[in-house]
Structure formats: structure tokens, C-alpha cells
């Protein structure tokens, strides 16, 4: 449904560079947090598992980050590159919510499925949007390929981990993107309801105070006034 949208923010090349440089940013510090899970897990096999994904998501960073570079060196970015619609096209993990230390490993495999469908799903509306740029095409969809094995990858692993509860913990990790995923979307809403609202109170409620103040200022009498006598004193104290 929002295929036109996203085709639009992408068709902007400043606006592309923007992106690919805050989605390497997030695949990076994604890594970062898988390299953590790694070293807390007491299983082998999710240890052995966990660093093999850690290195994909480090070189999802450098994937990106090389697209931003050959792309900048194209064509310079302008200093603002205006809106981002970052509220609506996010990175796609989601992997910044990562919280690691004291997640059990069912939790952690729940969240890391969550997360990498969700980013094989939005990495498959960006690779199919990127029609009229082939290179920064071809990085979504060699990223997709491993974001892919990340997603089975780590449904398997739960159902080994947890064979009786995997469902519960699905549903569970799903409840906490939902929420997240509402805060994101009111944060970017009232971010808008706000500048709207503070232009038109500009607008509408200025105006009468400025004219108020521009009347009193008329009707004061300019220069120095004539005070009568007897109504000052001498300035023999402060007050
Ligand atoms: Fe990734
Ligand atoms: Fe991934």
C-alpha cells in the first residue's frame, strides 16, 4: 500500500544517501548487540550461530556505508536534505530495541525472528522500489539474502530451545513491537500536529497582540514629559 510512498522518498539521492547512511549505522549497532548475545549464552550451538550473524550484520554496515560513499561522490549532498519519513521508513531490524543482558535465550531468539522478518520484508520493498538505481539494488538484495537466513535461522533455533512454548514467546516479543511500533508512529504524528499547531497559533494569535502593542505604542507621548509639581519627591531613598 505504501509502495508509492517509499518510491518517492528513495527517488531523492541526497535523501538516499541520508538512509543508507543511518541503516548501516543500525546494522552495525545491531551486530553489535548479537556480538553481546554471543558471549552471554551459555548454549554452543546459538553462541556459534550468534557470531556468524553478528559478522553478516557488521558487513551489512560496510555494504551500506560504501553505497553512501560511491553515491556521495556522484553527486555531493546538499546541507539539509529535507523530509526523511524516518517514522515510516525505518531501518527495518528494529534490532536498535535490542535490550541484551538478562534476556533468556527463548526471549532473545523471539525478538531476533521478529526482527529480521520484519527487515527481510522492508529490505524487499526497498530492493523492488530501487529500480532506477541497479547498485544500491543489488545491496538490498544481497543483504535480503542473508536477512533471510537470519529469520529461519532463528525460528529453528526457538522451537529446539522452546518445543512447547515457542508460540507463547512469539506472541509476546510480537505484543512489545506492536507497542513500539505505535510509539514511533505517535511520535511522528504529534511531531507534526505540533508544528501545525504552533503555525496557526503564529498566525491567529499573534497578530491581535502585535496590533494592541503598536496602538499603546502611539498613544504614548514621545520624549521627555513635564512632571507636575508636588507630585515627586526628592530621591532621597531607593524605593
Ligand atoms: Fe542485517
Ligand atoms: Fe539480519
Known amino acids: ?81 529535507g523530509f526523511q519519513g524516518d517514522w515510516l521508513t525505518s531501518g527495518g531490524h528494529g534490532l536498535d530495541d535490542l535490550q541484551v543482558d538478562g534476556e533468556s535465550d527463548s526471549d532473545m531468539l523471539a525478538f531476533l525472528h521478529l526482527s529480521e522478518k520484519s527487515a527481510a520484508s522492508r529490505f524487499t520493498v526497498y530492493r523492488d522500489v530501487m529500480q532506477h538505481d541497479p547498485p544500491t539494488r543489488a545491496v538490498f538484495e544481497e543483504i535480503l539474502h542473508d536477512e533471510n537466513f537470519h529469520m529461519n535461522y532463528t525460528l529453528t533455533q526457538l522451537a529446539r530451545v522452546e518445543p512447547k512454548r515457542h508460540k507463547r514467546h512469539l506472541w509476546r516479543a510480537r505484543f512489545s513491537r506492536l507497542w513500539k511500533t505505535y510509539l514511533r508512529l505517535a511520535t511522528g504524528i504529534a511531531g507534526i500536529l505540533g508544528s501545525l499547531l504552533l503555525t496557526i497559533q503564529y498566525f491567529v494569535l499573534l497578530p491581535p497582540f502585535a496590533w494592541l502593542a503598536k496602538r499603546a505604542a502611539r498613544r504614548e507621548p514621545s520624549g521627555w514629559t513635564i512632571v507636575a509639581a508636588g507630585t515627586s519627591q526628592s530621591l532621597d531613598r531607593q524605593y
Open 1 to 81: 500500500m505504501l509502495t508509492p510512498v517509499h518510491r518517492w522518498i528513495w527517488s531523492d539521492t541526497d535523501r538516499r544517501v541520508q538512509k543508507l547512511l543511518r541503516f548501516s549505522e543500525t546494522e552495525t549497532d545491531g551486530g553489535r548487540d548479537i556480538l553481546r548475545a554471543a558471549e552471554v549464552t551459555s548454549d554452543p550451538l546459538l553462541r556459534r550461530l550468534y557470531l556468524e550473524h553478528a559478522i553478516d550484520e557488521f558487513r551489512h554496515g560496510v555494504l551500506f556505508r560504501h553505497r553512501a560513499a560511491t553515491l556521495l561522490k556522484v553527486s555531493p549532498c546538499r546541507s539539509n536534505p
